[in-house]
């Protein structure tokens, strides 16, 4: 079974710091990876996604993450954060077991803080 | 613009009494998915659609039902809420699997 994990449970970072958000994940086979974004009250938007190719990804509002096989890691870079990035960030990943696609397992989530 | 709508957005519910939430999509995505989220909690698959073929998670409780009568429309019923399924639920679609989900807004279910 594949599964999820994110290290860090609450993350405080100042506006315009650097911000990397970890992720590692278990799954047998090569992953499809995934990091939403959930606003308080909100559904779930898609930051990036990694399939295949390339190992560092751009998703939308300036962040990337780069998939390290050898670590199973997923990691969420951002260079400069804003306080609009306050929120819950969950990474995900998707496997198939045999009898079709699992659907989405996601990690417990990392919320961020932006100090102004 | 295309998008994922959840009816209602607060929902609340007597312990017992059953209860149904509503998901539509104006996007034609083959897929629908159906989640359960706890507060403090990461989302948890409860089943899929794909396109009519239903797809139960092992551990999603037999009190959770879902229909999709057609492509736009799929509903969660919940026959007999505890406490315990005091929850966000939320919705979500995608073209295939394996593809980018788009999320609904969610509905929060509340149980006295």
């Known amino acids: 079974a594949q599964s999820v994990t994110q290290p860090d449970i609450h993350i405080t970072v100042s506006e315009g710091a650097s911000l990397e958000l970890r992720c590692n994940y278990s799954?047998?086979?090569?992953?499809?990876l995934f990091w939403y974004v959930q606003s308080p009250g909100q559904g779930l938007q898609l930051l990036l996604k990694?399939?295949?190719?390339?190992?560092l990804v751009q998703g939308i509002k300036g962040f990337e993450a780069e998939f390290k096989r050898s670590q199973s890691s997923f990691n969420l870079r951002k260079p400069s954060v804003h306080w609009s990035d306050a929120a819950e960030y969950f990474c995900?990943?998707?496997?198939?077991?045999?009898?079709?696609?699992?659907?989405?397992?996601f990690g417990k989530g990392t919320h961020l803080i932006i100090q102004p | 613009d295309a998008m994922v709508i959840q009816n209602p957005r607060y929902q609340v519910t007597q312990f017992g009494k059953p209860v149904t939430l509503s998901c539509s999509q104006t996007?034609?995505?083959?897929?629908m998915y159906w989640y359960q989220q706890k507060s403090s909690q990461a989302p948890k698959l409860l089943f899929h659609?794909?396109?009519?073929?239903?797809?139960n998670e092992a551990d999603t409780p037999d009190n959770f039902q879902s229909r999709r009568p057609n492509t736009s429309f799929c509903f969660l019923d919940i026959r007999s809420p505890g406490l315990g399924d005091a929850a966000m639920y939320l919705c979500?679609?995608?073209?295939?699997?394996?593809?980018?989900?788009?999320f609904g807004p969610g509905t929060r279910l509340t149980v006295l």
């Open positions: 979500a679609t995608s073209t295939d699997r394996y593809n980018e989900q788009f």
């Open positions: 799954y047998g086979a090569t992953p499809y």
């Open positions: 990694y399939f295949s190719g390339d190992t």
């Open positions: 995900a990943v998707e496997g198939y077991s045999g009898g079709g696609a699992d659907g989405l397992t």
């Open positions: 996007l034609n995505h083959n897929v």
């Open positions: 659609y794909y396109d009519k073929d239903f797809n």
